[in-house]
């Protein structure tokens, strides 16, 4: 069962999926690449879901294990602190392979405890 505080959490990385998903279901790279305030917009949310995700205890995260929350927090580092640059390759293939996946496996997990 999960706790009111996971459930919180889980419903948040959702609402930032969907978001990424709603300003990207047709972009393209090029677009993407030209358009700064948009970049801005996918970074912010994927920085929300790291620093969501940053809350789940371990058991937590344990249990639910199939995605990698370390990688999910380690992007947020990277977008928050910059470490020079936002790599927009990362980015790009987080967008296109990782947001849909995530997305999915919260709501299964929100299903599966209701």
Not at 39 to 54: D, M, P, T, V, Y
Not at 70 to 75: D, E, L
Request: aromatic share 8%.
């Amino acid at each position: 069962m999960l706790t009111v505080k996971e459930k919180g959490l889980l419903l948040n990385i959702i609402k930032h999926c969907d978001k990424i998903e709603s300003k990207t279901i047709s972009l393209d790279r090029a677009r993407f690449d030209s358009d700064e305030d948009l970049r801005e917009i996918i970074c912010f949310n994927i920085f929300q879901i790291g620093e969501l995700a940053k809350n789940f205890d371990s058991e937590f995260v344990k249990k639910y294990g199939g995605v990698p929350w370390k990688h999910i927090k380690g992007m947020r580092d990277k977008i928050g602190h910059g470490y020079g640059t936002i790599d927009l390759d990362k980015i790009w293939d987080t967008i296109v392979r990782d947001i849909g996946p995530l997305n999915k496996y919260c709501k299964e997990i929100l299903s599966e405890n209701n």
